[in-house]
């Protein structure tokens, strides 16, 4: 049997990760999600003012820095008990699904698409088209989306002055008010995205897409001409004809926090979140204590078993040479290691296309890429729908601005669905300061390490099994990872960084 050991090094924002993974055969028998970069950010908020957050957290990403923005200013307003406007929630929805479309359209036209560019797919029957349409740089739908998906945060900048990095959000609202010039200068942007989004993504309206509501009506639609020719329709057909539906399921259990707060109550979701039960098919409310972090096998000080966030501890504790492999910790629900992303932000928010799709083929890399796609019609709506609520009533305040009495001590959360999942932020506040602070992430969700009981994390299951065709060149990792769209800057490679090889009889 030929064993041989590959380490795959992947940029991200947050720093570099790497794959590590044991084939034996060609096939993947063992898998370590591998955080080489520690970053801190829970132990610089300590000491600091509670606003202080509200600066700094935004710069953990810079992809998601709305995202989590708004997810600390959350967890401040749940921690003094404030009151917000619903047009303040309306403003933030807004920019949040800016946020997305850019990510959604990038990470999928500029960071998945071109890994079937390579020359080893050159015999296929869509690869000129493929070419014509991904290769980057060059391709008509690369270089479209590279214009597109900047137009995206325009909208951040009406609100938020600047993007990424804003600070808009406060405790009780945003700093700016709606007005007709920014409505206008919204729609405008969203009118172009969304022709774009019909005419070249889809090749079909916005109706007629969300329509379609079983895996039947969808393969029968990808048979269509203006669909089949469409960068999806490329997409699924080049996917599908690689086998990416029958690969990459990982743990069957999904998890979301629900997308877009309510303006009218804002404690509630537009889509609703839950946790889905990939053993019953059954999805459960979301029970926040549920969330619990492990770093049995992190480069962290070591606790027993596991801790909620509002418990947390991030302490270094470098330990080279032992069974800790990785810089990221271990969260799971309960005792199950889940999965989260648009996937799961639509299964469990009740799209019935994705659900029709999940029972006939289950999760996979092709429809977790999918899934990313047909959210954009979600956000294109919600933008929309926003921005009419907007229009109402410019009146209406923008933020209920509490006195700094309201700044007490206490504890808070905030959990919303960023462009790649689930994310959360835990605050504790005495005597005036922050005292805890804890940050997990989406990435932090699928890319986690093995737990205290050794179960693995959802990408360490996704890739066992997988057939690797040529270990000089293993795309089919990079396939399997890039369709969880990791936190990874715009100058996405996966790199070689060295390989042991070993053979036994």
């Known amino acids: 049997m030929a064993k041989v050991e590959l380490n795959l090094s992947l940029n991200r924002v947050e720093g570099d990760l790497e794959i590590a993974v044991e084939l034996e055969d060609g096939v993947v028998s063992q898998a370590r999600t591998v955080g080489t970069l520690y970053r801190g950010f829970e132990q610089i908020m300590l000491g600091r003012a509670p606003r202080d957050g509200l600066v700094i957290t935004p710069r953990v990403c810079g992809i998601c820095g709305t ?3 708004y997810s600390a200013v959350l967890a401040l307003e749940q921690a003094w008990q404030l009151p917000v406007p619903a047009n303040a929630v309306r403003i933030r929805n807004l920019c949040l699904i800016a946020e997305g479309i850019q990510n959604d359209l990038r990470q999928t036209f500029l960071f998945f698409t071109p890994d079937f560019c390579n020359p080893r797919y050159s015999d296929r029957p869509w690869f000129a088209e493929l070419m014509d349409a991904f290769e980057p740089f060059r391709g008509s739908v690369y270089r479209q989306t590279l214009a597109l ?3 995206a945060v325009e909208i951040v900048a009406q609100f938020g002055g600047q993007w990424p990095h804003s600070s808009y959000m406060l405790p009780g609202g945003v700093t700016t008010p709606p007005d007709l010039r920014r409505i206008i200068a919204c729609r405008a942007v969203l009118d172009e995205i969304q022709r774009w989004y019909e005419q070249t993504v889809i090749g079909a309206g916005l109706d007629d897409w969300l329509a ?7 393969f029968s639609w990808l048979e269509t001409p203006a669909h089949a020719a469409s960068a999806l329709g490329l997409l699924s057909r080049s996917a599908r004809g690689l086998g990416l539906q029958r690969m990459a399921a990982g743990t069957p259990h999904m998890l979301s926090y629900g997308a877009w707060c309510d303006p009218e109550q804002p404690q509630d979701r537009l889509v609703p979140g839950g946790f889905f039960d990939g053993d019953s098919g059954q999805i459960a409310p979301l029970d926040q204590q549920m969330i619990n972090e492990h770093v049995r096998h992190s480069w962290f000080k070591p606790y027993p078993g596991g801790l909620h966030p509002s418990n947390g501890e991030t302490i270094p504790d470098f330990q080279p040479n032992s069974d800790r492999y990785t810089w990221a910790k271990a969260p799971r629900y309960g005792d199950r290691a889940v999965q989260t992303g648009p996937l799961a932000e639509l299964l469990i928010g009740g799209d019935a296309l994705i659900e029709s799709l999940h029972a006939l083929e289950g999760g996979n890399a092709w429809l977790r890429q999918f899934a990313r796609v047909r ?4 956000e294109l709506i919600c933008a929309r729908r926003m921005l009419d609520e907007l229009s109402v009533d410019f009146s209406q305040p923008h933020i209920f601005n509490p006195g700094k009495s309201a700044e007490v001590d206490g504890e808070g959360f905030g959990l919303i669905m960023a462009a790649r999942g689930a994310l959360g932020h835990w605050v504790k506040i005495k005597d005036g300061a922050i005292a805890r602070y804890q940050i997990v992430t989406p990435t932090a969700w699928n890319a986690s390490p093995r737990d205290s009981n050794g179960l693995p994390g959802h990408w360490e299951q996704s890739l066992v099994g997988v057939a690797v065709q040529d270990p000089e060149d293993p795309i089919e990792i990079g396939h399997i990872i890039r369709s969880h769209d990791p936190c990874l800057v715009c100058t996405v ?9 070993h053979f036994a009889p």
């Open 67 to 69: 995202a989590h923005l």
């Open 375 to 378: 959210r954009i019609a979600y």
């Open 149 to 151: 998906s900047r137009k």
């Open 493 to 501: 490679h996966m790199l070689d960084t060295g390989k042991k090889r």
């Open 212 to 218: 379609l509501d079983s895996a039947d009506a969808y």
